[in-house]
């Protein structure tokens, strides 16, 4: 019997050729996953207060209107006060992740500039970058609730404002130079501890050369109407500045451009350009008027004048009100601080000799140098301090309030018509009344009489008017007056009288030429008309000698 055939078991040490098929496909997989990931830009977070408009895995995040980023996922914070928003950005925009980058939304919006945005309408809202240039890496960025004005690198000047918390100065407002704007309003924020805002503002190239060290600035209202000790004053800004304000700048009259600002230099935002005017004029001299009259009407910041010229202030109005005066003084007077202003003169903004000017002023006051309160409004009643020399001012005496010395003062013109008032008033008190009423009544009972033969004259020319005849005179006048014209009409040229009348007269003319021989011959002989007339005898001319 032969014997069947036996398997032989043997044992395969290399790979099978299946297996080549699944490493393929891991090794596929294992690099399109690292291409994947290769290809995924930076993941970023972004804050917001609120996450309106925005939508995880639609709303995009562009730059220039390319696309850089998607919003992956939107939450709330740990502490539920804002709104986090988790962003893949690309590859390519990972270098303009820096400390100076920033982002907003793009979104419909109505502002002072207009109206913006309108291409979200049927897009939806979308995030915008600015890259910046900063050299340190970020990740985490504050969402901007306004766009910002100009990019952190953009050619021009940025500055410091500080004003009052008065001032209506917000960000996104422009900044303009004599009614052009030049700048923005770049960013706004309260300081608690100090109470005051502080501004940064965006001048741009090349408006920037016109901020100097002594550019003022101060806030543009639009309309600015002022009636005061000066006047009544109208200032109308731009469209812009009437709608939301802003603030506007430029160098006081008389005063030196200075030299350019530097980048990040603080200035004083002022309520008006008067105002700021008068902030330029930073050294003074304080004086203290101890006014006897009344100072209503009299405000803090009205002129100080000379003859017309303003040399300074009115600074507190009153000042220190209850501090104890010199014992000089018969009165309690009111106390009034000003400053007298010496840049006011030439305009320079070297330093002053405040001691040379204290010694000018003493020696001013030596001859008479007053000051008084004058009206400079009628129809506020507003009050100004007039400076002028006194012919008749009392000696002068050097004193002190408060550690601040006194201008020596007289009253002002209505103290002296009140006093000139009560003057009349006491001599018409001291006037003898009883004789002037006995005259006067005398004067009326003549009067009376007087009257009363007015009135008899006045009635008896009643009765002539009333009487027939006197009505029947104008008809009699007008009928001779018709008569007598066509009296005349009968002699006028042209009429038959007329002709007789020139006839006569031609007549007569003659009859005058013929009577002239017998005229001239009765003068010379009057009886010829009895006796013959007598021969003259002819000349005989006279014998030679």
Do not use: C
């Amino acid at each position: 019997m032969s014997e069947s055939p036996r398997a032989e078991r043997r044992t395969q040490r290399s790979l099978s050729p299946i297996w080549i098929v699944p490493l393929v496909a891991v090794l596929i997989g294992s690099w399109m996953i690292y291409d994947n990931l290769s290809k995924l830009g930076p993941s970023i977070t972004l804050v917001m207060d609120n996450a309106e408009g925005i939508e995880a895995g639609k709303t995009l995040i562009k730059t220039r209107n390319v696309e850089v980023g998607r919003v992956e996922k939107v939450r709330l914070s740990d502490d539920l006060q804002h709104a986090l928003i988790t962003a893949r950005m690309s590859p390519q925009a990972e270098d303009m992740l820096n400390a100076e980058t920033r982002f907003w939304v793009v979104k419909p919006r109505i502002g002072r500039e207009g109206i913006s945005g309108l291409n979200t309408v049927l897009s939806g809202a979308y995030i915008q970058l600015l890259p910046g240039s900063s050299e340190q890496s970020k990740r985490r960025f504050q969402v901007l609730e306004q766009p910002p004005v100009a990019p952190p690198d953009a050619a021009g000047l940025r500055i410091n404002l500080i004003s009052q918390v008065g001032n209506a100065v917000s960000t996104g407002d422009p900044v303009s130079y004599q009614g052009y704007t030049v700048g923005r309003v770049e960013h706004s924020e309260f300081d608690p501890e100090k109470r005051e805002m502080r501004h940064r503002l965006y001048i741009q190239s090349p408006y920037d050369v016109l901020v100097t060290s002594t550019t003022r600035f101060w806030t543009s209202s639009g309309i600015d109407m002022r009636l005061d000790s000066q006047g009544f004053r109208v200032n109308v800004g731009s469209l812009e500045s009437l709608v939301g304000g802003g603030v506007t700048f430029g160098v006081p009259e008389n005063t030196a451009m200075g030299h350019k600002a530097k980048a990040g230099a603080t200035y004083m935002l002022f309520a008006d350009a008067e105002s700021a005017n008068e902030g330029s004029y930073d050294q003074y001299l304080e004086y203290v008027l101890l006014v006897d009259d009344t100072v209503r009407g009299l405000t803090p910041g009205a002129p100080v004048e000379y003859r017309g010229v303003r040399i300074g202030s009115v600074v507190s109005v009153p000042f220190h009100f209850t501090a104890p005066q010199p014992d000089s003084l018969s009165r309690f007077a009111i106390p009034v601080l000003i400053r007298i202003e010496p840049q006011r003169f030439d305009n320079t903004t070297e330093i002053i000799d405040t001691k040379a000017w204290y010694a000018r002023l003493d020696r001013m006051f030596g001859h008479g140098l007053r000051a008084s309160l004058k009206a400079g409004n009628l129809l506020t009643g507003a009050l100004f301090v007039d400076l002028n020399f006194q012919k008749e001012a009392e000696p002068y005496t050097s004193l002190t309030f408060v550690k601040r010395r006194v201008f020596p003062t007289t009253t002002g013109g209505f103290a002296q018509i009140e006093q000139k008032v009560s003057n009349l008033l006491d001599k018409l008190n001291n006037l003898e009344i009883e004789p002037v009423v006995d005259n006067l009544n005398q004067t009326l009972a003549s009067t009376h009489q007087t009257m009363e033969k007015v009135n008899q004259i006045a009635a008896s020319v009643d009765n002539l008017l009333d009487s027939p005849d006197t009505s029947a005179l104008p008809g009699n006048v007008n009928q001779t007056l018709r008569q007598l014209s066509d009296t005349l009409q009968g002699f006028a040229p042209g009429s038959e009288g007329y002709g007789e009348l020139t006839g006569t007269l031609s007549r007569l003319e003659q009859l005058m030429r013929e009577l002239q021989p017998v005229v001239r011959t009765l003068n010379d002989q009057p009886n010829a008309l009895i006796f013959d007339r007598k021969p003259s005898r002819d000349p005989q001319p006279k014998a030679a000698q």
